[in-house]
């Protein structure tokens, strides 16, 4: 798994896009709350919470727009500044111009292990002509990381990712188990371990156990954690393993699907 987060921030900064990175790194906090709200998975974990930076970063592009056409502003405002700076009450985004089609990014960056990005296009149906487009946003896969751990890696639909042994953070670890559901573990992961932190309980067997360390598997709903809207389905559901405290039961599920 390919750490984006340093290669991000490395990137902008060779482009002289991000001429205030330094800041950006002192985003920290002594305790594990206020470093977490310092965190992607805060924004991830709240569709209220990105729909208003996604209307915040509108209304800073329509500003900058400045009355000309979605076409102009994508294919010539940007030809001597590469990119801009939007404070927000949120952080800062840098909006980018994607070379390989009719869109923007809006990224932020969190520390060098922890970017996210966003693809901003006009709304399908949307004429490219318009000079007060509605905007639609999809997080980039590619040129997002959480934890040193790049996006397409990280929730991948109907594939279960082993990130027990990885060095993912407790914020991490919260947010799967607040935005997840307990599910069964695969059924060919190996009983073994003895409870502790360095060797969990892991496979079938472990959900028998309610004391100790255990490898727990979450169902996540990509839709619901990256969409600009509610989706009452789970289609797609993606599939991450992380160490913690053993539950005793797990919730109503039908069950981990589309294991290969």
């Not at 053993?246 to 699907?257: H, I, K, Y």
């Amino acid at each position: 798994m390919k750490k984006l987060g340093a290669f991000i921030l490395s990137a902008y900064l060779a482009t002289g896009s991000l001429a205030n990175a330094s800041s950006l790194n002192s985003e920290h906090a002594n305790s594990e709350e206020s470093a977490c709200r310092q965190h992607p998975t805060k924004l991830l974990s709240s569709l209220e919470r990105r729909q208003t930076v996604f209307q915040q970063i509108t209304q800073g592009i329509l500003a900058r727009m400045d009355g000309r056409s979605w076409n102009w502003f994508v294919n010539k405002d940007f030809a001597n500044k590469p990119s801009f700076e939007l404070s927000l009450a949120d952080g800062s985004f840098f909006i980018s111009p994607d070379p390989t089609r009719q869109s923007l990014r809006a990224t932020r960056i969190y520390g060098k292990e922890n970017a996210i990005t966003f693809e901003v296009s006009i709304a399908d149906g949307v004429n490219p002509s318009s000079h007060n487009p509605e905007l639609d946003f999809k997080i980039h896969p590619l040129l997002s990381s959480i934890d040193g751990v790049q996006f397409s890696h990280l929730m991948v639909a109907n594939t279960v990712m082993p990130l027990h042994d990885t060095m993912m953070s407790n914020c991490w670890r919260s947010f799967i188990e607040t935005k997840g559901a307990l599910v069964a573990p695969h059924p060919s992961d190996p009983s073994e371990g003895d409870g502790s932190f360095t060797d969990p309980f892991k496979g079938p067997h472990r959900t028998a156990k309610t004391a100790g360390w255990c490898v727990n598997t979450y169902k996540l709903c990509l839709s619901q954690i990256t969409g600009n809207s509610r989706s009452a389905s789970c289609q797609k559901p993606a599939y991450v393993t992380s160490k913690g405290v053993c539950a005793s039961t797990l919730q109503q599920e039908e069950g981990v699907v589309g294991y290969q």
